[in-house]
């Protein structure tokens, strides 16, 4: 028998009513419903659900989408998604980055390329709240 032509992807999935105190390293998928008080890197895509909280971070991905409350800096390689409803509150360093009318961004973006992979404490001033609007 030959072998499919569709691989599968590892999935991790931290469901709501999960707290992980610690960090999480993984391959794949990452899907947060529950609660990750620590350092989370993702080689795949980050999901973070309306009941997900990432608390201290950092949090590295290749890609995110983010629905729930994140307390943290963010590394991402790709896109950062922060969808209606969801609150960011820490320094964003990414390729690209869309926030959806309704969701509350508080902190400071760069582009990926253009910051150190490691992000020094002492760089990041007090947060101020950015404003985003869409349409017309």
């Known amino acids: 028998m030959g072998e499919s032509s569709q691989?599968?992807?590892p999935f991790t999935y931290v469901?709501?009513?999960t707290a992980v105190d610690g960090s999480?390293?993984?391959e794949g998928r990452l899907r947060v419903d529950g609660t990750v008080r620590g350092s989370v890197h993702v080689d795949g895509i980050l999901e973070l659900a309306p009941s997900g909280r990432i608390e201290e971070g950092p949090v590295h991905a290749e890609r995110m989408v983010l629905l729930?409350?994140?307390y943290a800096d963010l590394v991402c390689q790709g896109l950062v998604e922060i969808m209606n409803g969801a609150v960011v509150q820490g320094r964003i360093q990414a390729s690209r980055l869309d926030v959806e009318e309704g969701a509350r961004f508080v902190g400071e973006s760069a582009p990926?390329?253009?910051v150190p992979a490691a992000l020094d404490d002492a760089a990041i001033a007090e947060p101020s709240e950015t404003g985003v609007s869409h349409g017309a």
Do not use: A, P, Y
Request: zero cysteines; glycine letters at 14%; charged letters at 35%.
């Open 15 to 17: 469901s709501d009513g």
């Open 112 to 114: 990926f390329e253009d």
């Open 68 to 70: 729930g409350e994140v």
């Open 24 to 26: 999480i390293r993984t």
């Open 7 to 9: 691989t599968s992807q």
